[in-house]
């Protein structure tokens, strides 16, 4: 089943993304870290990235956005979005 729907808030959790191996979560802590640049937003513990992103994430790791949604959520970086809908559990 479907991971994440549509209408789901993509909140990245920046400290789970920041303790991850870099040769996992290398190409997405570089978008992130490009997004906080670009927004000046640095001192967040979560970072609210556009769906369209999560797309062109997608692209980048060779997945479905669903099939990396599942892969962050087992990472623990995607965070409770604004309706609670998304846990990623903590080990
Ligand atoms: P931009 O896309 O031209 O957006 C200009 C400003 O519109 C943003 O300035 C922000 O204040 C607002 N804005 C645009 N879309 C949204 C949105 O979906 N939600 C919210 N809350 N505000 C929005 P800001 O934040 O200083 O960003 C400057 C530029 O940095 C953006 O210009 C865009 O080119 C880039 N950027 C920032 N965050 C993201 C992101 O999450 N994804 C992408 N792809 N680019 C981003
Ligand atoms: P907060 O900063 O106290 O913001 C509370 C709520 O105000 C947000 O709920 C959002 O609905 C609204 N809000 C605050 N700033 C903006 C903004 O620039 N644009 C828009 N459109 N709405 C804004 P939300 O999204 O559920 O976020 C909850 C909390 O999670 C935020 O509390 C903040 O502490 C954190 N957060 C979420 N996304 C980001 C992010 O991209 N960067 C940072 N630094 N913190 C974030
Ligand atoms: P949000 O600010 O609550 O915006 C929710 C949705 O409203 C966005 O989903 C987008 O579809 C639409 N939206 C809001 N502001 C704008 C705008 O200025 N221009 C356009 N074209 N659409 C807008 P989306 O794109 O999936 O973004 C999800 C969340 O990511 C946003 O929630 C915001 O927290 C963050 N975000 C996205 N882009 C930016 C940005 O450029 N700057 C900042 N500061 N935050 C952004």
Redesign the pocket.
């Known amino acids: 089943s479907s991971a994440i729907t549509k209408s789901t808030k993509i909140v990245l959790n920046l400290e789970s993304l920041g303790s991850l191996p870099a040769d996992e979560a290398g190409p997405l802590a570089r978008y992130a870290s490009t997004?906080q640049a670009?927004?000046?937003d640095y001192n967040g513990k979560v970072l609210s990235?556009?769906t369209?992103?999560l797309k062109s994430l997608a692209i980048i790791y060779d997945m479905s956005p669903d099939e990396l949604t599942t892969r962050l959520i087992e990472w623990g970086v995607l965070s409770p979005g604004a309706d609670g809908s998304i846990y990623a559990d903590e080990e």
């Open positions: 997004i670009q927004r000046h990235i556009r369209e992103d």
